[in-house]
């Protein structure tokens, strides 16, 4: 079976093909990624009418990129996956148009995938994880703490109500004046500074609900800051280091409170998951490695390049979806908004 995925959620243009062997084993073919990253850096952040217009200029050219890269023809796709939400609305309903236009010429299936279960099923693409595992998805816009029992089956046991922290790092990034994005840019700074010299918040530790919140420890960062000011280099990557350790505290406590409550619900995790564009974040990862020795579950943090968007991680999950005998069909739309967990979508006949 082969799928081609299509990324356009935010301000990667992505396209993939992954496929599975005789023995059911993921291979990806081929995984293209346009960032954008340029284009909005002057801005501090994603501006979506400029990404949406840059996703119209390169997704035909990354689909094609993709075949060619995984040397196979349009007719050689068993269906088109495009990840259908949660995301800025005009970016996804590019990629989603794409591959409905892709199914309707060649007659192949249509998955609209969630993006955020491209993420909880990106395990699966690289090692052999059984279900049910504990994913803690955290990137620039989501936060979840998610019990993956099964294709299509999740419950949410935790969130962030305020701040996701992939933000958190941009937004304290941006006040200490650091470039575009700012994750990487707050870690490189931390790895030289003095993780003890400013003594910030660890927000919800302790609660026995596994939330998070963010925006306390961010407001923190800002008062030591204007302590001090003017900043020399030396007390910028001090409050990185600070903030960052904070961090790490918090992830680990709130995942830890995570775990109790999935064995409540789903027995004992077969692995304790990171994903997102925040499990590039190797303070993070080492914290997570840490926890998970303490509670007996193996930790998997995918690929650097398949933690970030990309199409391999929505063509996987529609190839999941599809070997399980799930498509849809062309009427199905864009949602900007799309909980994972389906009991948490208010909407009046909303579906997961």
């Avoid at 501090?44 to 040397?71: F, S, T």
């Avoid at 495009?82 to 299936?109: D, N, Q």
């Avoid at 046991?157 to 701040?163: A, F, K, P, Q, S």
Wanted: proline share 5%.
């Amino acid at each position: 079976m082969r799928v081609l995925g299509i990324e356009t959620t935010c301000d990667e243009t992505a396209a993939a093909v992954v496929e599975t062997d005789g023995a059911g084993r993921p291979i990806i073919r081929s995984s293209e990624v346009l960032s954008q990253i340029a284009a909005h850096a002057a801005y501090g952040g994603v501006v979506p009418e400029i990404a949406a217009r840059a996703h119209v200029e390169a997704v035909d050219h990354m689909v094609a990129r993709a075949l060619e890269r995984a040397g196979v023809e349009l007719s050689d796709i068993d269906g088109f996956a495009a990840a259908a939400g949660p995301g800025l609305i005009g970016g996804v309903m590019i990629g989603l148009t794409t591959a409905k236009a892709l199914s309707l010429v060649t007659g192949k299936p249509l998955i609209a995938v969630n993006h955020l279960e491209g993420h909880a099923l990106t395990p699966r693409l690289v090692e052999q994880v059984q279900f049910p595992y504990l994913l803690l998805l955290a990137s620039g816009g989501h936060t979840q703490l998610i019990a993956v029992r099964g294709v299509g089956d999740y419950v949410r046991l935790g969130t962030t109500i305020d701040d996701a922290i992939g933000e958190a790092f941009d937004k304290v990034a941006k006040m200490l004046g650091l470039p575009y994005p700012g994750g990487p840019q707050v870690e490189r700074e931390a790895k030289k500074g003095n993780p003890e010299r400013f003594h910030l918040p660890r927000p919800m530790q302790g609660r026995p609900v596994a939330d998070f919140s963010l925006s306390g420890l961010k407001t923190a960062v800002r008062q030591e800051a204007q302590k001090i000011l003017p900043l020399r280099a030396s007390d910028v990557s001090d409050l990185c280091a600070s903030f960052q350790a904070a961090v790490v505290d918090v992830v680990a406590d709130r995942t830890r409170v995570a775990l109790r409550g999935f064995r409540d619900i789903a027995g004992h995790p077969t692995a304790l998951v990171v994903a997102g564009g925040v499990a590039a974040n190797m303070a993070i990862r080492r914290g997570l490695e840490r926890l998970a020795a303490e509670a007996g579950v193996r930790l998997v943090a995918p690929p650097l390049a398949l933690c970030t968007d990309n199409g391999a991680i929505i063509a996987w999950a529609g190839l999941e979806r599809l070997r399980m005998g799930i498509q849809d069909d062309l009427t199905v739309a864009a949602r900007p908004r799309w909980p994972l967990d389906a009991s948490k979508d208010t909407r009046a006949g909303a579906k997961a």
